[in-house]
């Protein structure tokens, strides 16, 4: 995986993103909820904005690099880095889970 620095942006709201390409395609975050981190620039006062914003860039790369997981937004799918067993189980039972199968059968794999 080739990543570079994140880059960070104002969109025509006044609002601060941080863009990065993994494999060819963008990412754009606009606070740190997906890499765990409590980092939120725009909840702060527009002229501190861009200098939180870098922070958030930094956090990011250093999430990234250290091996941590992205997943896509609104999804399970994922982006970069490796899941854990754990992981892959409850994935699995919830794709289980949305199929039409039996409500015994589903509660029966709910249950162990």
Do not use: W
């Not at 993994?22 to 997906?34: Q, S, T, V």
């Not at 289980?96 to 059968?105: E, G, I, M, P």
């Not at 589903?106 to 249950?111: A, T």
Request: glycine share 4%.
């Amino acid at each position: 995986m080739k990543l570079q620095f994140p880059k960070v942006h104002t969109d025509s709201l006044n609002k601060v993103f941080v863009s990065f390409y993994i494999n060819k395609k963008r990412y754009r975050l606009y606070n740190g909820k997906r890499i765990n981190s409590t980092t939120d620039p725009n909840s702060y006062p527009i002229d501190q904005r861009l200098s939180i914003a870098k922070v958030l860039a930094a956090e990011i790369y250093s999430y990234l690099l250290n091996g941590g997981v992205l997943l896509s937004h609104r999804s399970n799918n994922l982006v970069c880095g490796k899941l854990s067993d754990l992981d892959y189980i409850k994935q699995a039972l919830e794709s289980k889970l949305t199929v039409d199968y039996s409500d015994k059968y589903k509660s029966m794999l709910q249950f162990s």
